[in-house]
């Protein structure tokens, strides 16, 4: 599978972003997605995770009542509404997809298939 973000930008501190993540291949409906980020200097970090069906959501603590996963299978795609952005919140974000069908997983081993990342930024 390839992964597609976007949405990534410069935004000011309080400001609202929306990344997308886009699926190519069959199969998409059958696996956990998640986000991950790493700003400079930084080990990349969980953010967000979603199960296949979008029913089951995790988020770090970081980013818990800001930001939230979605996804529509019909379009192969994830989301990251991203609300009141701080500026600890700059970096590139990864969406990944998990290894293994049906298996809701949100470390950074059981993703298997990575994006290219999108740059955030968020200024003081």
């Known amino acids: 599978v390839q992964l597609q973000a976007s949405g990534g930008g410069l935004v000011q501190a309080g400001d609202s972003l929306r990344l997308s993540c886009t699926g190519s291949g069959e199969g998409f409906s059958d696996y956990s997605m998640g986000w991950f980020r790493q700003a400079p200097g930084k080990a990349r970090e969980f953010v967000s995770g979603?199960?296949?069906?979008?029913?089951?959501?995790r988020y770090a603590d970081s980013v818990r009542g800001r930001f939230t996963v979605s996804r529509d299978n019909g379009k192969k795609s994830m989301n990251l509404q991203m609300d009141s952005l701080k500026p600890e919140d700059t970096a590139v974000y990864y969406c990944a997809q998990a290894k293994n069908k049906m298996k809701y997983v949100y470390t950074e081993d059981e993703f298997g298939s990575w994006g290219q990342g999108t740059q955030v930024t968020v200024s003081s």
């Open positions: 979603i199960s296949w069906a979008g029913r089951t959501t």
